[in-house]
Structure formats: structure tokens, C-alpha cells
């Protein structure tokens, strides 16, 4: 497989057509047919609005030297880093979050090599080792589709833009090589749906929660709302001149942590084009199925 | 330090007094003076009522080669395992849980050995090696005290008893050596009274959360309410004769998980004698203080 430089890995593209499949064609279709076309190498595309209802998560795979290191990490940062999955050291089979086999199922990687990017390749079979661990952080992507559905405006996604994010002031509890900066997103909020967004927003533990700071950008280290240091400037909801910045921990947090912590061999999702996983996002864990909840030769 | 064998872990001793402080003494303490008793092994005694207001939690020390595969084991089963803090690997300092010294600051220990218990101490200072790592997680204290200030009966705790616990049939999701069926306990709630018990108890998610399973006993395996696995049989709220029994996940789980696993060397805090943590039982995340919110360099 030959690694193949994205020009802009945050550009929104809409994946391969000419001998695959289209993100309108896969619009509606179920998480089976995503899946299957994403695996088969049909769609590279960014996920967004896929097989809504599926959580979906940002991909980070580490060797096992960095692995208990990493989800520390995860564990003492919760709000930048939910941690929805983990896979069993060496095992590409992500089973808490169904169907999930991590070396094909998301549309694009990144590959970073002590630190930095090594390339975009659109599946890892054969970069795969027995030493791997996968871990699944969950996305902005699930309370944003609960906001919209509550009647709260968008515009980004309206816009076809990508959300506004920063470098914030408020730093990462560490955990061995792994530190740095929270990276917030923002979205402008009407300021008589404040208090909904973050009601709303709260009941997503595994997709960043309640927000981390409403108002004063300059309270958490924010100069300018109008230069984000990723994504495209904000948009304020139509006709709304008070719109009150509202922000979320963002999953680049851990994609910095990553790059600066420079583990030899670190292999990321594409950012826009994430994991689908079967987990139904508004379960209360993210785990797919429930366990055995009776024994037939017990109790009788 | 010598290892000395407990006749019953299970027991709620008042702890000694002779040559240390009693629990009447420290009831009203507040946690600096508790901790402080503790880890002069003036108290070794239950912990339940002390330092209000303050997680208290279970404790699991081990080597780092198993230490991986037990918090994907708590990643995977968060209602009977609920992480709220790990030490770096060889740091005896559980420094997101506040000013605590896991070697001295659990009031009694238990040592296992391949998975069989050879002692219980007051002290591991002597037994730490630079290889453990120390686990902290949730438990049932917390959500009992907010449901009893929510005026929900919990006669175990009037009675000065100990909650009945039973195996269940419910699998817990396994990792590496670890897994298991998930132990239960149960609590007799007035029939209008358990939605509150549940919405109340769904709120503490470091704490096991909302319950695993309310009503019929048979459909999750227990034959026999009278005849608990652990502790006391249950006691009814007074005047209740169609009280229902609601369970929560509990963290005799994760015990019984390590004490399968056998491995090497395992140390749990001594049943009922918990860590009890600065951390603020009511805070949305269980970690003491909070990040920097400002950088006063930045955004001028």
C-alpha cells in the first residue's frame, strides 16, 4: 500500500467517486453498508451525517510501550478525551464497538512517525503489529446532531464548514510523555439557548459533554474568535447579533498530545473521517449489546 | 511490618482505639484529620460516614504487566468498576485524587498472592515496588448518602449492617486474565420510591451509577434474597411490605476479577475500609482543583 500525502487533512471532501461509492449515495444507508463500503476501500470520505445515530470516534493506535501511558491520559482528561473503546493488545478487532475490524474501517489514516506526519494511507493491514493497541474517542459529531434536533442552530455545518477550534489555556493533566494545551471548539449560541446547549450537551459524556467555558474567549487564553488555529471561522446563527461563544473540548487534544509526545509509530484516523461504530449514540455506555442478563440453569 | 491475618474482612469493626484514635472521634473530622489519623496508624477502622462530602473508593495495586489489562477490564465495565484515578507507574502518589499516599493512606490492606489472600496490613510502605500502579474506583457510599438525604430508607446503614451482596448472572466484558459474573447489591426501596432511587443514584456515575437491574431477583440469577453472597441478609424500610429490590453494580466485581486473574501480587484496601479521597463527591469529574482556566501572558 503506498502512503500518499493529504494536501489539507482537514478539508471536507466527499471521498472517492469514480470507482467507489458517493457520501450522497451512502447518505441514507444503513451502518452495514457504510461499514461495508469504507472496508472494501469504495469511500474514503469525511463522516459526517453517516449513518446518523452510530457514534462515531476519533482513532488513535499506539504501540503497547505507550498504550497505558496514553489511556491515563484519556482517563485524567475525560472531557477532551472520552474513551468509548480499547482494544485487547494486539487484537485489530474493536468487539465493544461491534463489527469493528480498526485496519479498514476508517476511511483515511494518518500515519505519524516520531511526531510527524509519515503519510495518509485508506487501510493499515499491513502495518499492523501484534504489539498495537486502538483506542476510540468519542466525537463532537453526537451532540451537535442533539442540538440541531433541540432547534439550535448549526451554521457551520449548515455552511458545510468545519467548526472553529483553538488553542485554549487550559492545560491537559499529564500523564507520562502525553500534556499540552486543551483544544476547544466553539460555536456561537443564541443567548436564550445557553442554558439548553449545555442540558443538552451534558447527557453526551462520550462525546466531550457539558461544555468547558462559556463567554470570554480571552478568559481561556482565546485573542481572536475570528482566526481559529484549525477549522474556518465561526458563523453566528442568522439574524442573532448577542450570539454568546460557547466551548467544548475538542478531540485534537489527544491528536496534539500524540504528536507531542513523538511515540515512533503513532497511526491516527483522518480528521473529519472518523470510526462509525454500532454503539448507539444515545446509550447510556458506549458498548454494543448488553451482557447476559439471566442464566436459565441457575436460580431454579 | 508484619503481615497479620484478619479473622473476617468483612466485619465493620470500629477500628482500634487503645493507642489510636476512635471512629466516634473522627466523625466529625474533617478529611485532613482523618487522612492524617490514617496514615499515622492511629485509625484502621471502617470508613463509611467519615470525612462527609468526600469520594471514598475502592483500591487495586498492582505490577505494571497486568496493569493494562486491568483498566481495560474498568474501561470495559464502568458500572461495577468505576475508574476515578490511577497512579503513573512506582508513584505511590495519587496526586488527581488529592494529597494522598496510597502506601499509607488506606486504613487497612489485604495482600493477595496468586490470587489467595496471605494478609492484611495497616501500611504497604515496606511492600511497594516501582513496577505498581494503584486504581482507584467508586463506590456505593456516595450514591447511599444521596439517597438517604433524598429521604429513601436505607436500614442496612440504621441497622449498622452490612448491604447484601449476591453473584449475578450478568457477565462482565472480559480483558486479558480478567472477568467474571457481576456482583450485585441489593437495596429494598417503597415501590414510589424507586424511579427517584434510580434518577438519584444515575447522577454519581463515579459512584456504579444508576442500577443493573430492578424487580425479579431469578432474572439476573439470585435464588434467594435471604441468602446473600457477601454481607448481611436485607433489611425492609419500616412499614414497607411490597418494597422492591432495586441492585447496583458493585465493587466486590472487580475483587472477585482480580482474585481469578491470580496474579502475583495483587493489594486491595481491606472491605469497608476504603481510601477516602479530597475529591468533592458532587463534582461533575472526580479530580481535585481544576486546570488553568486563564493564561494572563496570552490575548492581550
Not at 478539508?11 to 449515495?25: E, F, N, V
Not at 470516534?57 to 478525551?81: E, G, T, V
Not at 445557553?194 to 442540558?199: H, N, P
Not at 468547558?212 to 447579533?241: E, M, S
Request: with cysteine; proline share 9%; net charge negative.
Amino acid at each position: 500500500m503506498a502512503e500518499t500525502h493529504s494536501p489539507d487533512a482537514h478539508t471536507s471532501d466527499q471521498g472517492r467517486t469514480a470507482a467507489g461509492d458517493s457520501y450522497d449515495s451512502l447518505k441514507a444507508a444503513p451502518v452495514q453498508r457504510v461499514r461495508a463500503a469504507i472496508r472494501k476501500r469504495r469511500f474514503n470520505g469525511q463522516t459526517a451525517g453517516l449513518a446518523p445515530g452510530r457514534l462515531q470516534a476519533n482513532i488513535a493506535i499506539l504501540p503497547a510501550s505507550h498504550a497505558l501511558d496514553f489511556m491515563r491520559y484519556c482517563q485524567r482528561n475525560p472531557k477532551p478525551c472520552p474513551l468509548v473503546a480499547v482494544t485487547d493488545t494486539g487484537d485489530p478487532m474493536m468487539r465493544t464497538a461491534g463489527d469493528v475490524d480498526i485496519r479498514t474501517d476508517v476511511p483515511s489514516y494518518n500515519i505519524y512517525r516520531d511526531g510527524a506526519l509519515a503519510g495518509t494511507v485508506d487501510g493499515i493491514t499491513d502495518l499492523w503489529r501484534d504489539d498495537f493497541v486502538a483506542f476510540a474517542l468519542g466525537c463532537s459529531f453526537t451532540f451537535e446532531r442533539a442540538l440541531q434536533e433541540a432547534g439550535i442552530a448549526m451554521p457551520h455545518i449548515a455552511a458545510n464548514a468545519t467548526v472553529a477550534m483553538y488553542r485554549s489555556s487550559i492545560e491537559t493533566r499529564k500523564a507520562g510523555p502525553f500534556g499540552g494545551g486543551t483544544v476547544v471548539s466553539m460555536r456561537l449560541i443564541a443567548p436564550d439557548r445557553v442554558d439548553d446547549a449545555i442540558r443538552i450537551s451534558a447527557a453526551y459524556p462520550w462525546a466531550h459533554g457539558a461544555p468547558v467555558h462559556v463567554g470570554d474567549p480571552q478568559a481561556i487564553g482565546i485573542a481572536d474568535l475570528a482566526a481559529p488555529d484549525w477549522g474556518d471561522p465561526p458563523i453566528a446563527p442568522a439574524g442573532i447579533d448577542d450570539a454568546v461563544p460557547v466551548f467544548w473540548a475538542c478531540g485534537v487534544t489527544p491528536q496534539n498530545a500524540l504528536r507531542l509526545a513523538r511515540p515512533p509509530i503513532c497511526i491516527t484516523h483522518t480528521p473529519g473521517r472518523m470510526l462509525i461504530t454500532d454503539v448507539d449514540e444515545r446509550a447510556d455506555q458506549p458498548f454494543v449489546g448488553v451482557p447476559a442478563q439471566s442464566n436459565p440453569t441457575k436460580g431454579d
